[in-house]
């Protein structure tokens, strides 16, 4: 029991070390806020974040960031829509505006743009060890997110319209910092947010994408 505790708490310290020697490597516009590299609160934070995940439902989006009230007021004009990210394999999945359920969809958090909008639509997704990826699943479907890169490109179809979108800026932040809610409306932009390491709630994988074509189907 002893070793599962220390294994629990050690193996997203060196898969975090692992997952950023990696990550620095990419083609990244936009880099890696420089405190998230070299702050020397490795293990508090990861066992705050492991305590964390024993104490709050994780599948319940309201909980990535409870101090945020939700910015809606009344009904957003469509429920659904969906999302394909070929990279990942993921062929449309269902993105919902409606609840916060992560086991049964994507989330977008509520408030923010709808895609096709100018503005940002905020859409939530549970990762876990890639090793368990399945895009079928919205408990692992971001499981390997960590792997896109700044010029690929996703899709969302809504309302019968295709929007063709390409990532520009891929960063990691602390669960503390709500700015990635915030909202452009110079133009219209996709933000995925995911936890990261990989099977872990330490920190934020945020990826940022512009819209390039929209397309009726």
């Known amino acids: 029991f002893g070793l599962l505790?220390?294994?629990?708490?050690?193996?997203?310290?060196?898969?975090?070390?692992?997952?950023?020697?990696?990550?620095?490597?990419?083609?990244?516009?936009?880099?890696?806020?420089?405190?998230?590299?070299?702050?020397?609160?490795?293990?508090?934070s990861l066992v705050s974040s492991g305590l964390s995940s024993l104490t709050?439902?994780?599948?319940d989006a309201r909980n990535w960031y409870p101090q945020v009230?939700?910015?809606?007021?009344?009904k957003t004009k469509i429920d659904s829509y969906l999302i394909s990210i070929p990279k990942l394999k993921i062929e449309n999945a269902e993105v919902s505006t409606q609840d916060y359920d992560l086991d049964r969809h994507l989330i977008q958090y509520l408030g923010t743009s709808i895609p096709g909008e100018d503005g940002t639509a905020v859409i939530f997704g549970h990762s876990t060890l890639p090793s368990l990826f399945n895009p079928k699943n919205y408990k692992t479907i971001f499981a390997n997110a960590h792997t896109l890169k700044v010029g690929d490109e996703f899709s969302t179809t809504v309302a019968g319209v295709t929007y063709q979108y390409r990532i520009f800026s891929i960063t990691i932040t602390s669960p503390e910092d709500t700015n990635i809610l915030s909202q452009g409306y110079d133009q219209s932009y996709v933000t995925l947010v995911t936890c990261t390491p990989p099977g872990t709630i330490w920190k934020r994988l945020v990826i940022r994408a512009v819209l390039e074509n929209a397309i009726s189907t």
């Open 69 to 74: 009230k939700s910015r809606i007021s009344g």
């Open 56 to 59: 709050h439902d994780y599948t």
């Open 5 to 44: 505790i220390f294994a629990y708490f050690i193996f997203p310290i060196v898969s975090y070390q692992i997952f950023l020697a990696d990550f620095l490597q990419g083609n990244i516009e936009v880099p890696i806020p420089k405190d998230m590299v070299t702050r020397n609160d490795g293990i508090g």
